[in-house]
């Protein structure tokens, strides 16, 4: 072991020796493999000529091909700003996997990709991803998030609400519910909280009071913080929430949610009609027959800004940062980076009848979503306006499945107040949790939100030296490595080096290893302490590259 | 009124007219007038005399009446086989005959004999004794080395790779160190057994790979990061690179040095004692030397229900050597002026013993009245602080709340009362409670505090 670093290092540096080498195991390779291999050695001797530069570009952007497109790259031209290239392959099959499901592709997924020639690939594939489980799993935690799905301190909606409302939210996504229906659903929920799951929408907040709740309510629907608005325009929408009312019954921990007319808050009906101002300025009249709920819902939803507010939050999911960015702060001092786009993107998902498949749909089809990460000028301005696409940290949840998926591990989670009631299967996955409340150490290492505020900046996925310990060295890591279905079968008898090295690469960074890659991990290999202990050091090496651990 | 009743200097919380009236009445009735006086004392900010803690924590409550308050004159009915307490080099003051190193030591400790709480559960006691508030309220309080890392921590300025509160070697489990801090606040646990050659501290030392594996490792994920060598300088992955060098860091560098105690004299390592706590306690002396605020040593097996003078012969020794090597280094060293050592659990044990099946000598949970030792870092040693009554079961004088002896230990590292803790409901909280909060107090450790 000692003496091969220097060695591998020697072969890396010395264009000679490389070449040399290279003959050599081309030769050998022809006589012990065939079939697909040999196409794909060719394919990666393609790849890694024709785009010298990376295994992660493709060709240049041609002109503009969707709506999104023309005006990304007006704006990027007016500020000659030069997007990417389009990113490989390679990249875009675990690129959409993870920003679609939240799951990494398997080996055989991400090579059957790369393999395939047929020109609608990546739209077949996008088509794919949106109709499987985990799409619903990872936008189900991702509105679990914003909607403060948890059970415990300090939204307290208990263990059975938290599920139930989970399930209900995971299945509308499934089922692609209309987002103006979710939300009039979510607006104008009356009854149990276990029986009417949407009802939650009113328990889970840290202030139940009209005020707290018309907080809630700009945050999630109309994108605003509205601690920072004029005191009076708070209070205005507050009107429309300060009859619902909340009462327990004799079951544990249910709670009815119900409009009542004759509650006495600041602002409530009080069995009187009562004339009440819209956010926009416009006026209504509310009367002790009308949930005022059902009122506010019917404007919302018609209301421009609700449609660009989602369009905003789903570009910022898939692409890393919204066009108006914090992507829940719209104010009048912090504008569209490129209001067109936003404009356009909200008037197509209203258009739609807000179809959330076909937003992301239209976003993942386009050329600015497919760009490469490989960018001369990260300057925050090239990032604000799409140059290329951004490199993230994976979240905490998906960081970890990922590392379950490729080493056959499940997780260990617990809840600060177990209870009974909730059955945890060994083998769920940490993007499918259901309760906030539910959690591993390692998702509290890696930022998990805590789900307190509901607000986006709460996921924290700067890098840490904790975490990197976590990765490089901890007992977890190591023992989940070397327990990994993965080595087992990778170095089973008969498996030859390169395969060996094509079949780790494509189950771990989903693409095969450049001719110098594959080069530089045999090397490694040959001089090291065994087969077993080199395919261990590779699984390792790789799951702790950029590459694994970034969207990229 | 309320302006006079609060001394605080700022960041007094705003009270109604009703609630002052409320809390007139009960300092009338006496209940808060302790408190009333514990909290004066903060007044003003307090002066740091210690810069760290090694908290010494006897999970499973240790038996008082057999270690630090022997009681020979109860007779076998209480105390056993162990009825010939030991003198030590302070005169008066006697501890049990398990401790004769301890013995050697008493004049750099002082011991409280009147601890009391009455809470008989471990996680409730554990919480009791490690954050002074009661359990079973709203909000979860962060314990004292929670309160640290935030105090003395990252926020305060520590730059150490270690981080500010470490724990040898497991956390409690069933207990939140952090409480409503977070998990930022929550101490770094080892792993591992520091008796044990490697001491496996997680993350930072994996046995069965050697430092020329984990660099040979590392050279080759640098050379297989490609996305990284075609993005240099790109911001994320500037990031990802020091994070990645802070951790070799500590994997080949600083971490792995404090951690291996192959540097230290195999003379010194044998007084600390072979056994895990021992070399724990060595390992937390080499934390507190690079300027780790808070180490805590989670030393189990004293919920001795069953068998508790088998387990005494058993562990007693083992404690001794290491707790009273660890005084003696401290000392030597230097080092004990500036760092706390808090010897304690959650309760003491039933002072009458069981004798009956199927205890066969066994003791139970006691919250009434308990012992804890405090040493080093602006207190007094060769002193006996309170008393419990001639069988060890009731207080006899001078109680001492948890709450009194951490808002002692706060105040000898420097840390007001009155600064807020981040409570996640925006309410006003603060590191000692306050007397709106009803917890009973018998004032700060004064008695044990260099002027």
Redo the contacts between chains.
Sequence with gaps: ??K??PL??KL?HSPTRLNLCMRTRAGKWAVCQSGWLAVCWLLFLLNTSLFA????EGPMPSAAQSRIDELVFARLKTLNIPPARLCSDGVFVRRAYLDVTGTLPSATEAQTFILDHSPGKRAALIDRLLARDEFADYFAMKWGDALRIKAE??INLWPNAAQAYHRWIHDAIRDNRPWDKIATDLLTASGSNFEKPPVNFYRAM?SRTPTGIAQAVALTFVGQRADHWPTNELANLAVFFANVAYKATGEWKEEIVFFNPAATNTGALNGRNQIALFPDGGTVTLSPDQDPRTVFAAWLVKNPQFARSLANRTWSWLLGRGIVQEPDDFRADNPASNPALLDFLATDFAASGFDFKHLCRTILNSQTYQLS???PN?SSEAAANFAFYP???LDAEVLIDAVDQITGTNETYSS?IPEPYTFIPSDLRSIALPDGSITSGFL??FGRP?R?TGQESERNN?????????L????VM?RKIESSRMIVFQTSPGRQPTEIVSGMYLGILSRFP?AE?QQ??QA?AQYGVGRRQAAV??A???M????F??R? | MSESYFNFNHQRPRISRREAIRRTLLAGSGLLLADHIAFRAFAAEPTARAKAVIQIWMWGGPSHTDIFDPKPETGYDYCGPLKTPLETNVSGIRIGELLPLLAKQADKYSIIRSMTHGNNGHETASYLVQTGRQPGGRTVFPCAGSVVSLTKGYDAGYKGLIPPYVVLTEPQGRFDEAGFLGSKYRPFATGGDPSKTPFAVEGIIAPGISSQHQKDRRELLQHLDTLAQALPDHPQVVANRQAENLAYDMILGEGAKVFDLSQEKQELRDRYGKSKFGQSCLVARRLVERGIPYVTINYGGWDTHKGNFQAMQRQLPEMDKGFATLLQDLGERGLLDSTIVWWGGEFGRTPKVMWEEPWNGGRNHWGKVFSAVLAGGGFKGGQIVGSSDAKGEEVKDRPVYPVDLLGSIYAQLGISATTQLPNPEGLPTFVMPQPADNIKSAGLLHEIMSA
Excluded: G
């Design positions: 072991m000692t091969l670093v591998f290092l890396l530069a990376s295994p992660f301190f300090p840290q990460a490989i960018t990260p490199l993230r940290r600060a509290d290492q805590p307190d700067r890098i840490t030296a904790a975490q990197k310990l976590t490089l060295n901890s007992s190591h450049t890659e530089a991990a490694f050091d590779l390792w090496a790789l702790n590259c950029t590459e651990l970034y990229h």
